[in-house]
């Protein structure tokens, strides 16, 4: 019923920046939270950041200053604009609904000169 895709990532300098997309179908990205978490090789999976229905945002202090997650309502979409890149941001980023615990099949990310 729920589906959750992201799509935006690829190879970047350090330096660089990325907006991921995720497209949510079966709910509305209007009145949910949403996160994006992110895997990194050999780690475990990390939160990154969270949008609410009320527009508040929270972010790890890992990107925090560098990343901006947002919504367009009308395209049913959540993004990850992603500043300043770093080597250490390499990972799969996976889109997430807390309600109900959906996750997306995740994007990755490859921060490489």
């Known amino acids: 019923q729920v589906q959750l895709v992201e799509s935006g990532g690829g190879l970047v300098q350090p330096g660089g920046s990325l907006r991921l997309s995720c497209a949510a179908s079966?709910?509305?990205?209007?009145?949910?939270?949403m996160s994006w978490y992110r895997q990194a090789p050999g780690k475990e999976r990390e939160y990154v950041a969270t949008?609410?229905?009320?527009?508040?945002?929270g972010y790890a202090a890992s990107v925090k200053g560098r990343f901006t997650i947002s919504r367009d309502n009308a395209k049913n979409t959540v993004y990850l604009q992603m500043n300043n890149l770093k080597a250490e941001d390499t990972a799969v980023y996976y889109c997430?609904?807390?309600?109900?615990?959906?996750w997306g099949k995740g994007t990755l990310v490859t921060v490489s000169s």
């Open positions: 949008i609410r229905a009320s527009g508040t945002t």
């Open positions: 997430y609904l807390p309600n109900g615990n959906y």
């Open positions: 079966g709910s509305s990205v209007s009145s949910a939270v």
